[in-house]
């Protein structure tokens, strides 16, 4: 594995089926568009996943409708079924977009009153996006405190969400690897990002900031997401 692919991914292996999910759904989300069961084995390989258990991920994604395939010739083909396609799209609005600008309010109400459509975070307390009738409503643009950030994301998410930063904060933008060593560099860097970004609500960055620096962490994977940002389907197949 390539030292800096190594770096991005840490001590863990991404498990196959959600690694393929981030390949379909950062290399091939527009409609229609195939990969090569080829391909697909030869950028799971570099993480060091078994072409049997690619075939075994690419069943069950086949399974559970996330991907359809074809035969071109004698070689498999896959993409995105209608569903996958749909839950890609949604996904790639939090994943590669920017922090949400709309202020959520933290709502104070009647705890023996039904609870406004929100993320609660006590018996009376809520953060809503719009004004809730009978509650106290207080627009929050400063950071939480830290037992409200505990509330709305998980412990083993925030420490996720810490490493990939310091990870990605000390990977440089100017890289001389091969066109597939960069492909599966930022497969990694946007696969290790979705499991963080996907997992936390979706306020504004500052929000989170006593607990983890979710701004600093959404600018490094950025920065490196433009510095990636030709690196194409296309020329890992051509360089087969």
Not at 219 to 235: I, M
Request: glycine content about 4%; some cysteine; proline content about 5%.
């Amino acid at each position: 594995m390539n030292p800096a692919i190594e770096h991005i991914l840490g001590d863990e292996t991404p498990r196959v089926w959600s690694f393929i999910v981030t390949i379909f759904g950062d290399m091939a989300r527009k409609e229609g568009r195939y990969i090569s069961s080829r391909t697909l084995t030869q950028l799971t390989e570099q993480i060091r996943v078994k072409p049997e258990a690619t075939r075994v991920a690419l069943h069950r994604l086949r399974k559970e409708d996330w991907l359809e395939s074809k035969k071109f010739g004698r070689e498999s083909h896959y993409r995105l079924s209608d569903n996958g396609l749909k839950l890609s799209r949604e996904a790639a609005f939090r994943i590669y977009g920017t922090t949400p600008k709309k202020t959520p309010i933290l709502a104070l109400y009647d705890p023996n009153s039904v609870a406004p459509n929100g993320l609660r975070l006590s018996s009376a307390m809520s953060l809503v996006m719009s004004e809730c009738d009978g509650a106290m409503n207080i627009p929050v643009r400063d950071p939480l405190p830290i037992w409200m950030v505990d509330r709305l994301v998980g412990s083993d998410i925030q420490s996720a969400a810490l490493k990939l930063q310091a990870r990605s904060a000390e990977l440089p933008t100017t890289l001389d690897f091969s066109e597939l060593d960069r492909a599966v560099l930022r497969l990694s860097l946007v696969h290790e990002w979705r499991r963080v970004i996907l997992r936390i609500p979706d306020l504004p960055d500052v929000l989170f900031e006593k607990a983890f620096s979710l701004g600093d962490l959404r600018r490094s994977v950025r920065r490196l997401l433009a510095s990636l940002s030709d690196v194409a389907l296309d020329q890992i197949v051509l360089n087969q």
